[in-house]
């Protein structure tokens, strides 16, 4: 598995304040630290929204009570690496690397050098032994880490080897690369990864500032190689917990040919409790999208259960029911008779 090499910011070209550093030091010790030179450069100020998805805080090493593997993935691991929930698709663990680490990352205890065992030559050969063995997975879902961390020749390798599995038909890679290090996206990486179709990218952005020029060429390399385009994004307290920016995401993102899938409510994992909302927050983000914006720019708002249940779609309350009438609230508040049969 060889990974690509790119240029990353250094706690001393980040302008940061001498007084935290020795925090952010003390918490890279458990959590690792690494910030891309691109996605750096899109910091404009101390504590912006660009700044509090990167930068070690604190209240990481002060978050005790959660879990580091809320939704029991490693249980749901038939062989390492390999997290099989649903009965037709799985995801794949191909790289425990990524550009910037991000601090509300739900794999925490898997990503970085200090993380869980990364994936190697073996683990993706008795992964791959598992899926072949499987006929019900129909689709494979490339994570990590991030996947585009690996090089053209290692994801083609793994791509060519699922393409010769005849029951898997979906191929989706879950990546923030065009957010984090968006030059990583090449003319030569979409080439190669066109050959794979029906290949699907669902990426990360998480904030309006992270659509810029740079990450627009890279969905554009992507679009135009004909991979759909999804986007997860992952509510956070301090980020993007916040109508009118969620609004200017979801539709910036479409704007870009991407297509908003989901929005997470934050997982209950060690070291991420600053970042968690009240559901009551997403409640009200979805009500102020739907119906207001393109029905296209409107994820669908999911909590991910722990112990490995599953995700599952929350809605603002829009039915209440009285006999064979239920009343219906429409997107401008108004109520509605409608008879159902
Ligand atoms: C999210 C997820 C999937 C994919 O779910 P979709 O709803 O089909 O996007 C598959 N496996 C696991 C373990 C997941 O967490
Ligand atoms: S890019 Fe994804 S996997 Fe990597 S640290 Fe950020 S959230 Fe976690």
């Known amino acids: 598995m060889n990974y690509?090499?790119?240029?990353?910011?250094?706690?001393?070209?980040l302008n940061i304040n001498k007084e935290i550093i020795s925090d952010i030091q003390a918490v890279a010790t458990r959590y690792p630290f690494l910030v891309s030179?691109?996605?750096a450069g899109l910091i404009q100020a101390p504590g912006d929204a660009v700044w509090r998805q990167c930068i070690p805080d604190v209240r990481e090493l002060e978050d005790d009570g959660q879990l580091a593997d809320p939704l029991a993935e490693?249980?749901?691991s038939p062989v390492p690496g390999l997290i099989h929930r649903y009965p037709d698709r799985v995801v794949l663990l191909v790289s425990n690397r990524c550009p910037v680490y991000c601090r509300f990352c739900m794999r925490k205890r898997h990503v970085g050098c200090g993380g869980t065992e990364p994936p190697s030559r073996e683990r993706l050969d008795q992964a791959l032994a598992y899926i072949r063995a499987t006929p019900a997975i129909r689709d494979v879902t490339l994570s990590g880490g991030d996947p585009l961390m690996l090089d053209d020749a290692t994801l083609h390798d793994?791509?060519?080897?699922l393409r010769?599995?005849?029951h898997v038909t979906v191929i989706r890679i879950g990546t923030r690369i065009p957010v984090t290090?968006?030059?990583r996206v090449t003319p030569e990486l979409c080439a190669m990864l066109r050959r794979f179709h029906p290949l699907y990218v669902n990426t990360h952005f998480n904030h309006p500032a992270e659509i810029t020029s740079a990450s627009t060429a890279a969905c554009t390399l992507l679009a135009d190689a004909g991979i759909p385009l999804g986007n997860q994004t992952v509510l956070l307290r301090g980020v993007n917990d916040d109508v009118a920016i969620m609004r200017d995401l979801m539709s910036g993102l479409l704007g870009i040919r991407v297509r908003p899938y989901y929005l997470h409510q934050m997982d209950l994992v060690r070291g991420t409790a600053h970042f968690r909302t009240p559901l009551?927050?997403?409640l009200e983000i979805i009500r102020a999208l739907r119906g207001h914006i393109s029905g296209l720019a409107v994820p669908h708002y999911v909590i991910d259960l722990p112990g490995g249940k599953g995700k599952v779609p929350i809605l603002p309350d829009t039915l209440e029911r009285d006999g064979d009438q239920v009343f219906v609230t429409t997107y401008r508040g108004e109520r509605v008779a409608y008879r159902d049969i």
């Open 158 to 161: 793994i791509l060519t080897r």
């Open 4 to 13: 690509i090499n790119y240029s990353c910011a250094t706690i001393n070209n």
């Open 74 to 76: 490693v249980s749901l």
């Open 181 to 183: 290090l968006p030059e």
């Open 164 to 166: 010769a599995i005849s």
């Open 37 to 39: 030179s691109s996605y």
């Open 280 to 282: 009551a927050s997403g």
